[in-house]
Each structure stands twice: as structure tokens, then as C-alpha cells.
């Protein structure tokens, strides 16, 4: 993986009091190994899917102890100049721009919907080594009740183009750069405790959706929606037990069309 274009997703980790059991859990669920933990940044500790990094477990630092969520990170080649911008257009920074050693840079915003959200400058850490194949980052989508706000504020932000899916049953759109889809939006429903904030939900991939499932049941997971067909792959939606959520996409399994998207100026 070459350095991400501007605004893809090119990393994701979360935060977890109980390291050890997030490690168990997604190991057995996703099939990852892990890395030693770094004592230098704070025993981040990198996750492997077939020996390629595909994400991080950490635990939280002293006073940032809450609920578990995975963070997504999108590409920047200028941190700070990221960081003025989601300013700018009324989101939130809510950590600065901190270099991580030669790793790189990292920034932690909010968008005005109230989804949380990272940002990278790859510097030796470029990001995901592997997307798109088993254990890997597939696919994500800010859950907003806002979409208006999540559609103004990331084409604002990041180069991106969008497109609505053409499906009267679902509010959705991607946000493209170049040709290529990057990232969904969709408005939270009914479906949605009103207690849920708004968040980005980290899809990653999966041999089996249905063995996947089962999987995190047994350790304590609970499925949140799903397994469901789709012609993007099935999948389902499950919080491990600490908390933080996710969903898994079997990619091999598709049934039907993609609706039509059209561009939205």
C-alpha cells in the first residue's frame, strides 16, 4: 500500500480497558494475531490478519476511560491543514495534530453530526497493509441523524464527490474520490436507541458472516442487526463486550443489484 490519497480510510484502532480480552475476542471472531505491545506509546498494540497490520488495540490513557469505539482514520498529507479546515467548517478538533514518532501524525475530530473521527499523516506507518481480504478494513459509514450536516461538512473537508444511493428504503450516500467510493453516510433510523451518538461503523472482513456471528456470541458480543443479504456482501453488526461496535461483511456473498447512484451537487 502506496501512500492513501487525500480523505481515504487508511487506519483504525480503539481504545479498550480490558486489552486482553479485546484480544482474545477478535482474535477468535477476526482471526487476528497481535503484535508486542509499544510501552513507548502507550502499549499500542498492532493486530495482524495473515501478517499484515490491519489495525490497533490500546488501552486508555489515565482520565480517558469510557465506552469502547473504534476510531477511523482518514489520509491527510497535512494534518494541521486538516485540522484548520474541520474547524472551519464547524466540526470539532478534539485532540491537535501530535506526531507519533516517525509513525506519523495523528488528529482526533468530531464532525458537526457528533461522529468521532481520526486523522493520519503517514509518516513510516502508512496504514492498512491489506484492505478488502479476510481480517481486514472493508468498508465504513458515519451513522449520522444528521446527514445534512455529515454531506456539507467532509466534501468540505476532504476531496470528495458524492452520490446517493437511488433506494427509497434506505438515506445514503458515498463520498468518492476519484472513481473510487471511500466512504458511506447514513441517516440513524428508528433502529437507533435514541442513546446511540452518532458514530463511524467499521466494517471488516470476513470469511463467513454467519460463523463470525456465532463466534462473537459465544464471547459475549451482542448482534446488533443482521446477518442480511446485500449486494455488497452479507453482513451483520455486533458489539463486542466491552462495548464498541462494529460489523462484519462476508465480500463473497452478494445477492442482488447495487441500486444506481446519481451525483448530488
Given amino acids: 500500500m502506496g501512500v492513501e490519497s487525500e480523505g481515504t480510510p487508511c487506519w483504525a484502532d480503539a481504545m ?36 499484515k497490520a490491519v489495525a490497533a488495540v490500546v488501552p486508555p490513557m489515565p482520565g480517558q476511560e469510557g465506552q469502547s469505539q473504534w476510531c477511523l482514520y482518514l489520509a491527510s498529507p497535512d494534518a494541521a491543514a486538516t485540522a484548520a479546515k474541520i474547524r472551519e467548517h464547524g466540526g470539532e478538533v478534539l485532540m ?30 502508512k496504514g492498512f497493509e491489506t484492505v478488502a481480504t479476510p481480517g481486514a478494513y472493508g468498508w465504513a459509514e458515519v451513522f449520522t441523524r444528521e446527514p445534512g450536516k455529515s454531506d456539507a461538512f467532509f466534501p468540505a473537508v476532504f476531496p470528495y464527490t458524492v452520490k446517493e444511493l437511488q433506494d427509497d428504503a434506505v438515506d445514503y450516500r458515498m463520498f468518492h474520490v476519484g472513481a473510487d467510493p471511500v466512504l458511506g ?21 470476513v470469511p463467513d458472516c454467519d460463523e463470525a456471528v456465532a463466534k462473537a456470541g459465544k464471547l459475549g458480543g451482542v448482534l446488533r442487526f ?11 453488526s455486533i458489539s463486542d463486550p466491552q462495548g464498541a461496535s462494529f460489523s462484519v461483511i462476508d465480500v463473497t456473498r452478494t445477492t442482488g443489484e447495487v441500486p444506481p447512484s446519481a451525483d448530488v451537487s
Avoid at 440513524?188 to 466494517?203: K, L, Q, S
Fill in 96 to 125: 491537535e495534530p501530535m506526531q507519533v514518532g516517525d509513525f506519523g501524525t495523528m488528529c482526533l475530530a468530531r464532525d458537526p453530526g457528533g461522529a468521532v473521527f481520526g486523522v493520519w499523516q503517514g509518516g513510516v506507518h
Fill in 16 to 51: 479498550f480497558s480490558d486489552v486482553e480480552g479485546a484480544k482474545r475476542f477478535y482474535g477468535e471472531v477476526l482471526g487476528w494475531t497481535f503484535g508486542e505491545a509499544s510501552s513507548e506509546y502507550g502499549n499500542y498494540t498492532q493486530a495482524y490478519a495473515d501478517g
Fill in 226 to 236: 443482521g446477518p442480511m443479504d446485500s449486494p455488497f456482501g452479507r453482513m451483520a
Fill in 185 to 205: 453516510c447514513m441517516k440513524m433510523g428508528d433502529e437507533f436507541p435514541p442513546e446511540v451518538p452518532a458514530y463511524v461503523n467499521v466494517y471488516f472482513v
